[in-house]
């Protein structure tokens, strides 16, 4: 049986600070760190390490290769911001271990949870996220989309809060406008918007609006969208930001519902 492991590590969305005490002894002790070229940059250098980066949409050979790295007795650390549960590098190891080779089964495997880019951009303004909600990647990369319709639409049906990872990249910068127009025909103009832009980094931006004033072009793949339920509220406040929640009581929904 081989003397390695592997690691599966969340590294939060930005913010050192944000980088739980689990995650960095287990990035401190690794022999070898895997991943996306961007998140390793993040991490500080040390010596007795050696890095293996790879670039965007390689989920799966990168995963590969950390399992083959833990197979030759390494102390395997692969990294994803965010947390690595939520559209992620766990689910790329589990799918390679699946797939992959047979040994790679009784390897010394775990993983070690971040602070979510949708956590991060709700505690920046209060409590969006404070009563029933789901999450939703608009990349259709992986799934056709069709499948993304049929999850918005549900979603904004069943009136959840709705947290919108990867809503738009240059490669398919229309799909943002598709999502939008869809649940502007599902959800009242009213409903709170939050842009959430590089949260936990230096060119952090965040922006409240509703459904009917949002531009969706704002949002590129540095962007958490959230978009409220119909019981989601906005508190002003004067020269800050405003405080956004949905609240925890289903008494909070209109009289209406459902």
Known sequence: MSKGNLRIVGIGP??????TPEASAIVAQASDLVGYAPYLARLPERAAQTRHASDNREEISRAREALA???RDKQVAIVSGGDPGIFAMAAAVFEAIETGEPH???LDIAVAPGISAMQAAAARLGAPLGHDFCVISLSDNLKPWPLVEQRLIAAAE???VIALYNPASKARPERIHD???LLRARKGGATPVIFAHAVGRAEEKIEVTSLDAADPSRANMSTLVIIGSSATRVIARVGAPP???TPRSASGLP???P
Do not use: I, N, Q
Not at 14 to 19: F, I, L, S
């Open 69 to 71: 790295l833990a197979a």
């Open 179 to 181: 999502a939008f127009a």
């Open 255 to 257: 009289s209406t519902w």
């Open 158 to 160: 069943a009136d959840f």
């Open 243 to 245: 405080f956004v929640y």
């Open 14 to 19: 930005g913010d050192a600070a944000w980088m």
């Open 104 to 106: 790679w089964r009784a």
